[in-house]
């Protein structure tokens, strides 16, 4: 699955595959009324969704210093779906938007923050697309 948009390997990401009975337009279309709410930049196409939240700048300026920057880390979400033999298998790949930086370097803390962030939009995505997460 390619990262839309970026050329910097993400520091921290994370993929999971699922199954769903509903219809890939009906998964693309819940998910991103799910994260519609979360203030995202969204693009959706037939099989394919990609969601972009929080901010770079904020976070190079803040880091994991308040409540608020830590849920506002620069993250994205990326969704393919294709046929399988028992309904729709779901592609998640959720990663960092960090971007460029200087040295491989993160804020003291980055790790669990974009570990609990990255979990979080892949539980929030499973879930509006009525998908069971394992493991």
Known sequence: MGIVGSRTKP?????EQWLSPLSPNQVL???STAFASEKARIHQDEDFVDIRTGSNWQYRL???LFSWSRTNVPVALTVRIRAAEQGYQIEAHAFDTFGIRLTDYAFFGAQETFEDRLDGLLAMAA???NASREG
């Open 127 to 129: 879930s509006a697309a």
């Open 62 to 64: 803040w880091g994991n």
């Open 29 to 31: 279309t819940a998910i």
């Open 11 to 15: 520091m921290f990401e994370k993929s």
